[in-house]
């Protein structure tokens, strides 16, 4: 162990840590910036032709550009993307969802057509362990 930190000081693994912290950094910014660029809409398919150009040309300005340029509603975006989403989701559980099927509610229409006499007591009884198995 006293051999490695002579051979590799303290500093220069920080530097190490450091560098690796940024190249780390690079790429979610560069995953950030191509998944905002490719979700948009609003912009057209030579416009995000350009960008990309323009960020596998120039890495570091053309990501900076790019966030600099067209940041600026980022989270908006998102936060959108993500209520639509959840809008979907909630519209999706209510589609699957059908309210007052409940094992009760079957229960008291079966109960309601005995009573009527619609249906008879084996019948009755059918129901409801069909409700109760539910």
Do not use: N
């Amino acid at each position: 162990m006293a051999m490695a930190s002579t051979e590799y000081p303290f500093l220069s693994l920080m530097w190490t840590m450091l560098v690796f912290f940024c190249w780390i950094a690079w790429f979610w910014l560069l995953f950030l910036a191509f998944g905002d660029l490719y979700r948009r809409s609003d912009v057209s398919g030579w416009a995000k032709a350009g960008w990309t150009v323009l960020v596998i040309v120039l890495p570091l300005l053309g990501v900076l550009l790019y966030f600099g340029t067209q940041g600026r509603h980022l989270v908006e975006r998102e936060r959108a993307r993500e209520a639509a989403a959840r809008h979907r989701f909630d519209d999706y559980v209510r589609s699957v969802s059908t309210p007052d099927t409940t094992s009760a509610a079957q229960i008291a229409e079966a109960r309601r057509l005995l009573e009527q006499g619609i249906i008879d007591d084996a019948e009755f009884q059918a129901l409801k362990r069909k409700a109760l198995a539910r």
